[in-house]
């Protein structure tokens, strides 16, 4: 089976912090994602990668950025995290081959104080 | 630009009932489009998908989702729902796989 996993279920960071959230795919995909998903407004892309070291903005990248170095891992950065990226964000991966079926992590509820 | 619009946030349904949980699309050309389901403190989970062919698609617990180019839609149904089906739905539309439009999603909560 597929597995994606993030690095943490539960995060609380303070105004300011620079946070990371770390994502694995054992499977070899390509194509990497962070959404962030909100009550009312569904998932939103922040970022995808569909190979190590590319990336690309997805609908909502302000106040984000991230990181592939290794085609199994990759990271989104809060640079300075803000009260408004309080949020779930989840990771996701697709093979070319799987015709585009993303697989998700859990999830990392990520608090901001 | 493509853009999914999912008509309802809340469904309420009796178990054994049937349900329909609804999915509108825009785009201007062709699209792969998928529900995933994502139960209590989960991930996604893909639960069905129409990517050319019959525009009828089953899945393996019992739903079905049927798409209709002139309706741009792809609305999820299933005959007799359960307990266990209460969770998020969410329908997603993508041209290229690269970049995913999802709805706002459909609670759906079964009533014993």
């Known amino acids: 089976d597929v597995k994606v996993t993030q690095s943490s279920r539960y995060l609380v960071k303070r105004t300011g912090e620079k946070v990371f959230l770390e994502c694995v795919q054992d499977?070899?995909?390509?194509?990497m994602f962070w959404y962030r998903q909100d009550p009312g407004l569904g998932l939103r892309l922040i970022y995808f990668s569909y190979d190590v070291k590319m990336k690309e903005k997805g609908d909502i990248p302000e106040g984000y950025s991230v990181s592939r170095e290794k085609k199994e891992r990759f990271s989104l950065i809060l640079e300075s995290a803000s009260t408004n990226q309080t949020s779930m964000y989840l990771c996701?991966?697709?093979?070319?081959?799987?015709?585009?079926?993303?697989?998700f992590g859990p999830g990392t509820r990520l608090t901001v104080t | 630009a493509q853009s999914v619009t999912q008509l309802d946030s809340q469904v309420p349904v009796f178990e054994e009932a049937p349900v329909e949980l609804r999915c509108n699309y825009s785009?201007?050309?062709?699209?792969?489009l998928f529900w995933y389901v994502q139960y209590p403190n989960q991930g996604l989970q893909l639960l069905l998908k129409?990517?050319?062919?019959?525009?009828l698609v089953e899945s393996i617990n019992g739903f079905e989702a049927e798409f209709n180019k002139s309706q741009t839609s792809f609305h999820l149904r299933k005959p007799s729902v359960h307990i266990s089906d209460t969770a998020e739905y969410f329908c997603?539309?993508?041209?290229?796989?690269?970049?995913?439009?999802f709805g706002t999603g459909t609670s759906l909560t079964v009533i014993p």
């Open positions: 499977m070899d995909h390509e194509n």
């Open positions: 785009s201007s050309v062709s699209v792969y």
């Open positions: 996701a991966s697709s093979s070319i081959g799987s015709v585009y079926e993303q697989y």
């Open positions: 129409y990517l050319s062919g019959s525009t």
């Open positions: 997603a539309v993508t041209v290229n796989g690269n970049q995913f439009y």
